[in-house]
């Protein structure tokens, strides 16, 4: 009864294993990112569990103040790397550069939602912030895209209360999205009137 009354009047229980080995770790890489040595290495550990959680866990400036890339093997380890993300904090967003569908030799034309997720990961990775997580595959990541002049031309940007542009359909239409009566899918828009709705590449619903 008395080892019962004790543990209950403790205000600050002793931190687990767990927090005492990331708050070891946040303290050995603020002192690694202050020090002359911009390179700083961390190995004993293959899988991408503890990464996820310093990322969504840590207190560090040294850690938050900074947009953060993280290059995986392949597409596969991508998205579990934005699932533990996920399961570790479900409001942080984790974007990911996804891979071709199909061979650039091929001469076909990848899926939409293909198109758009890498042309989000570009629009993610040009606004990046403090605390932004971007993670590619190698694959993706030597696959040709759009340069950034071109990229940040062909980006519209509106705000709240602007009156959209008479020729901003034709504006579209010269990116390559698709005049539709009902927007269903990614690169689609329908125009009834002053009223526009369209499924953008920025986002992962229609606007």
Request: glycine share 4%; hydrophobic share 40%; with cysteine.
């Amino acid at each position: 009864m008395s080892d019962i009354i004790h543990n209950l009047q403790t205000p600050n229980p002793p931190p687990s294993k767990v927090e005492s080995a990331t708050l070891r770790l946040e303290e050995i890489l603020e002192r690694a990112f202050q020090s002359r040595f911009q390179n700083v290495e961390i190995s004993g550990n293959t899988s991408a569990l503890p990464l996820a959680f310093l990322l969504t866990s840590s207190h560090a400036k040294a850690i938050n103040s900074l947009p953060h890339l993280v290059i995986v093997a392949d597409d596969r380890k991508a998205e579990e790397f934005q699932n533990l993300i996920s399961f570790f904090d479900p409001v942080r967003i984790c974007t990911c550069l996804r891979s071709f569908d199909v061979s650039p030799y091929s001469g076909l034309n990848s899926q939409p939602r293909v198109m758009s997720a890498r042309m989000r990961f570009l629009h993610a990775a040009q606004n990046a912030k403090p605390g932004t997580l971007l993670v590619a595959s190698l694959p993706a990541l030597l696959q040709k895209t759009l340069p950034f002049q071109v990229f940040n031309s062909s980006t519209f940007k509106f705000n709240r209360g602007d009156e959209i542009p008479d020729q901003f359909p034709d504006f579209l239409n010269s990116l390559g999205y698709r005049a539709s009566p009902v927007v269903e899918d990614h690169g689609q828009y329908a125009s009834r009137g002053g009223i526009i709705d369209i499924f953008s590449a920025a986002h992962e619903r229609p606007v």
